[in-house]
């Protein structure tokens, strides 16, 4: 549960210094209680590995009839985004350190989530260390099962192999159907995907919604 400070900060709208983005559940093992977490409720996106934050502060942002949960494992990085959500004071974001793929299965309830955001996600690309990514043959039966219907995965990545695996898995199950990622959703870009720019490296992207 969050602490006393933080929930008043949270249902008043009013952040002050102490008041923590960062959130630490009381258990680790039971499924998130997302009522608890923000001021209000909201439709929910989910970014995976936010890195700095980047994506999600300005998402955050731009879309405050949404709320927004931000996982990355590295607390640096996090904390880079919890002093972006300060001062910007974006209610409607919240972060959690833990590593996505036990998060995706064991933390999120089903139903829950009305976009989930995957950018640039390792990709491991020896062939024997393959069976470390994230978007495997099983990470679309664990998407189906938080989201929403018509529920969306939105998908980037500057490495093709990977990105024909995310095809192949995604194409591979029924239940989901290639969508078109929006305009606006397009333009805001990532701390990754910002530098592969500059290099010239192009992003490729793939949109697939819950039947």
């Keep these: 549960m969050l602490s006393y400070r933080v ?33 209000r409720a909201r439709p929910l996106e989910v970014e995976l590995g936010s890195g700095d934050g980047s994506f999600l502060a300005q998402r955050a942002n731009t879309c405050p009839d949404r709320n927004f949960l931000a996982v990355e494992r590295l607390l640096g990085r996090l904390r880079k985004l919890e ?11 919240r972060l959690l350190r833990i590593e ?39 990470f679309p039966e664990l998407a189906a099962r938080i989201l929403v219907a018509q529920g969306v995965v939105y998908l980037r990545t500057d490495d093709a192999d990977y990105f024909a695996q995310m095809q192949e898995v995604f194409a591979a199950d029924p239940r989901f159907e290639p969508w078109t990622t929006p305009s606006d959703l397009a333009s805001v870009v990532t701390d990754f995907e910002r530098e592969f720019q500059a290099r010239g490296i192009e992003t490729r992207r793939a949109a697939y919604r819950l039947a």
């Design 7 to 39: 929930m008043q900060s949270a249902q008043t709208g009013n952040p002050d210094k102490a008041t923590s983005w960062i959130y630490r559940p009381a258990s680790w093992v039971e499924r998130l209680p997302l009522t608890e977490m923000f001021s």
């Design 100 to 138: 996505a793929g036990y998060f995706l299965e064991f933390l999120l309830p089903p139903a829950s989530v009305h976009a989930l955001h995957v950018y640039f996600p390792d990709p491991w690309p020896k062939r024997k260390h393959r069976k470390h990514r994230l978007v495997n043959a099983r």
């Design 83 to 93: 002093r972006k959500a300060r001062r910007a004071g974006l209610q409607n974001l």
